[in-house]
């Protein structure tokens, strides 16, 4: 986040290495730690029964069990909280986990909104495996909206069937964009990545604001603020027919077959991650941090932006103020929860797309607010983060 | 020439806010500890000031009532960053998703809600002269409460046994636990008592500065603030100084608006956003500057007994 | 009545200072303390010999309380106690100064010896008593400089005021000579052996043997976590010291063979480096000129601090700041290549940072050797795991690295083994120029002679080596030419024949001959 400092130049040793440096990413081999039982929140009494012990390695298992514990006590603060609001924590249930794989349609809907999820996973994925945090990816999101909308907005009736390229590469390039602006300031400026994409996500929201109350406004629109329906021949085209599904799928889901090449098979992404677990190590071996941080950065902001044409040519079928739907935000969750390996965020995408066709139904049947489904998910990463404990240490009952 | 009064007014109120926070994020990362869960701590904070008034027309019950979400959200932050060495950035990020969620879910009742008239506070006989008072000396007290904590917390910090302990904890915690200092529990209290301050900005946004609760209302302030320790090189004057400039900005755009200048709302509204990145962007340049200033071991986890 | 006192007293006056009873301490991966006893006499200075990985550092720990026993008891004056806490041990008058400081850079000297003070004390008084105690030992020290700017022998000297200010009854040094000229390690004997003379017990911890020989009036020694002997080491020999602590001999190494004459052009030339330190906490380098040729080793020495890290970011292509002209590798002005066309040109490195720098810790062995080798790789960077997976076992195998195989993680390697499989890496490379640093810190006995080895044996086959050491003694044993670097500056070179210990040791200090520079830059 703040400059990489690699090196400390104070003398200090520690058991395998002469010189300090600062980041310390591994467990040392013995850190026997003692733990206060952080489990009781509310009180400010330390619980002294329980010990966290380093493991010498990582924990394969606990890596794949990890998302599923979070997940458990995710759902059991889920129905607690339903029993609180007074409904049937069962039927809540049913909504959140039945109801959106039931039926053939109802899967097609979870596709859909699973696309620009993972889309948008993917390319994080590549800048947090690299250490560049780029919490913006809604503002690239709306970015890709706005350049996809713009150019859609250019087709009258006699278009062709090509414009459907030119918006979805025209949302990529504004994504780009969008990222390369932060890749640019925290290049030649050294400005914190965090802050600055998070910055311009407010700066393009508004943005699209502007267009969509002033130059870009649908004179037949009575008013409101939004740009006419785009021409049909500007639809993304269908995968299946019957269902709102579209090729973004097929996208997405060859972006996961390249992430996983990229990542495991490429010396470009191993350098990529080297620079991201042990900074001191990628310069040393030569990997140039300046070209991943551009590298991370356009890729997401190009996945970002794509997946926002993908949503306006798509599903939303014009721009209006209420196109960033928090896509770019519940994305790093995906990240997150699948870990940043491509086969585990496409799990992950589609718990979240459960949780938010939940959220909706839980609004439409049970009379519960639609907001429940960003209490869920931020939950979630909560829990996530909480578990991953385990994949480095295990839990010892201390010895009187 | 009254605008201009007003406007410096409305810049001390605006600016409070993000000052308050940011001295508290300070003193977070003062010890080493970055929380990104500001924007959903004041957010949260926010939401329980305002359904306090709603429901006990108290503003104490109010401020204690942001004050204590803060600390608890904080509280739930540092003990999973601290404890169980989760990533710092990532945790921080959760807190804020989960704010700005549980902020809107449990806002939801209030949005149409009224709290009662706000009371209007003047200094005698200061905010009788021309110009200067109405500029200077009609605020609510929390703002002259703020740039009084700011001089305690300079004081606190480089004159105080206990601040020197807080910055060596922040600038080397391996050796803070080698000479004995509790280490985790100096950052808990670090993470509470910052947590404890946003919760106060948050509660301060909603029932001073627009007394009313509307979905995501903090706009990004948090972030702001973040912003602002990092380019006030974590001091708390020029943290001070920061935030009444960003809060002037932020008025500047109504001020402009008012004025009839010809650029639209959105670019105006857009002002805070960019000064932001302008400025993080020139201090940052800089990295030896900000090397010896900040406190070493920010973001880093700590393993006792390593 | 006042017999019983006398007799009291008397009995508390003949007590031992400390005494460890059958401690043991256990981490998740190794036994790291197994009924350990010690015992320590008033006035008495007391060694703690091991090699690294004995457990010496454990058990300091254990007594100073930052870490608790599993088991056994510790008595101190006679009375039993339980030291729970840093500040217990200081309140009974024990005192530690690390072997890694802990101090804090961006503060003063005064307010990093207050925080390691009990509370009592005003920050004015902790600044009189700082000077009051330098003057009495000779330690010379500015109270109101921040730690930043001091080198790492003066940050060493505010280590021992802090814990002479405590007034101890023990005073434990873990490692200390590490950091010091060898003029600088008379001057704190000096200081130790009065404060013996004074009362004071002292246990030393260290692997140099002449040292504890010179110093030291009882010995504990540890392998493997336990107590393998007890004596006087004044009494002793090298050998049998040496024979103690790893249980056989000190290796003597082979006869070398005469080295041939140095032929053809320079490896590596570096021609007046002139480099400005990159952050205020770095080095600057002036002028430095040296010369590796092919078939001989060329040793750098100096205590750590006086621009060998700077010195070696610039060798390695890590810091491509320097005039193009400075560095030039085979003939070729290489200063502004990065490490990968360095290692094109036939330079391999490796760096004293083993995890984190020369290896990624979560990485598994497999993967680490792509940091540096080419060979696995296929078109456009496509990875040959197969092919990796197999270079790299055979490199595993042949440099007799203990790991759980290709697919280990770095980090679950002991420091031997990992740098044995990083110095593999990095031999097996067939490099024309190898630059190796702190070859064999922390690295026990056995492997520390196997890569000695392998470094003489690359030599022989006609590569250029030069070796970065504060180990004085590893690099008269190893090297052909010595240069010496102190406060980024270079001394001449001065050929192993005629090199002396206390001739170094001067130098180390910066104090050589300004003519001697200048006709050693003309004679090659």
Redesign the interface.
Known sequence: MFPEFVTNVRHSRESGNPVTFSERRWIPAFAGMTVTDGIIIMKYETFNRLKLEARPEPSRVWSYCSPLLALLITVLIGVALFSALGKDPLRGLQVFFWEPIKSGYAIGELMVKATPLLLIALGLAVCFRSNVWNIGAEGQFIAGAIAAGGVALLADKGTGGWIVIAVLLAGTLGGMLWGGITALLRDRFNANEILVSLMLVYVADLLLGYLVYGPWKDPAGYNFPQTKTFEAVTQIPRLFAGSRVSIGLAVALAGVAALWVFLFRTRAGFALQVGGLAPAAARYAGFSSRSALWLALLVSGGAAGLAGALEVAGPIGQLTPYVPAGYGFAAIIVAFVGRLHPLGMVFAAILMSMFYIGGELAQSRLGLPKSLTGVFQGLLLFTLLACDTLVMYRIKARSA | MDAYALLVAATLNAGTVLAIAALGLLINEKAGIVNLGAEGMMLCAAIAGFAAVVHTGSDWIGFAAGIGAGALLAALFGLLVIWLNTNQYATGLALSLFGVGFSAFVGIKYVQEKIPERPRFVIPFLSDIPLVGPALFQQHPLVYLTMAFAAGLIWFLHRSRAGLVLRSVGENPASAQALGYPVRRIRLAAVVAGGALCGLAGSYLSLVYTPLWVEGMVAGKGWIALALTTFATWRPARVLLGAYLFGGVTMLQFHLQGAGVEIHSQFLSMLPYVATIVVLALISRNPQWIRINMPASIGKPFYPGS | MPLALMFGYILRMAAPRLELSHITKR????V?NSDVSLLVQPGETHAVLGE??AGKSTLMKIIH???QPDAGAMQFNGAAVRVR???ES?ALGISMV??????????TVA?NV???LA?SMSLAEVTAGILAKAGAYGLDVDPSRPI?TLS?GE?QRVEIIRALLTNPQLLILD?PT??LTPQAVGKLFAVLKRLAAEGCSILYISHKLHEIRELCDACTVLRGGKVVGNCDPRAESNASLSRMMIGAEPQVPAPRKPPAPPAGAAALSVNALDLARE?????DLEGISLQVRAGEIVGIAGV??NGQ?ELLYAL???DRRARAQSIELFGKPAAKM????R?KLGLH?V?????????????SLA?NL???RKEA?GR????R?GVLREQAAALIAGFQVKAGGPDA?A??L??GN?QKFIVGREIGAGPRLLIVS?PT??VDVGAAAQIRAQILALRDAGCAVLVVS?ELDELLEMSDRLYVIAKGRLSPPVDRAVASVEQLGEWMSGLWPATAVHEAMHAY
Do not use: C
């Open positions: 981490y998740p991966a190794v790291a690294n990985g309380g930052s870490v806490n840093p500040q200081r690390f072997q890694h400081f802990s101090l804090f850079d961006t503060l307010e207050w925080l390691g509370k930043f790492v940050m490692e590490s950091v952050d205020q906490f770095g080095v750590s601090g890290r390695s292509g890590e990065g490490p990968g066309r290692r490195f760096p004293e940072e083993r995890l984190g720098r020369g290896a990624v810790p979560p990485l993967r792509l940091l540096t790789l456009g960077g496509w990875i795991t993680a980090q679950s002991s420091g990992l702190q810190w922390g504060e």
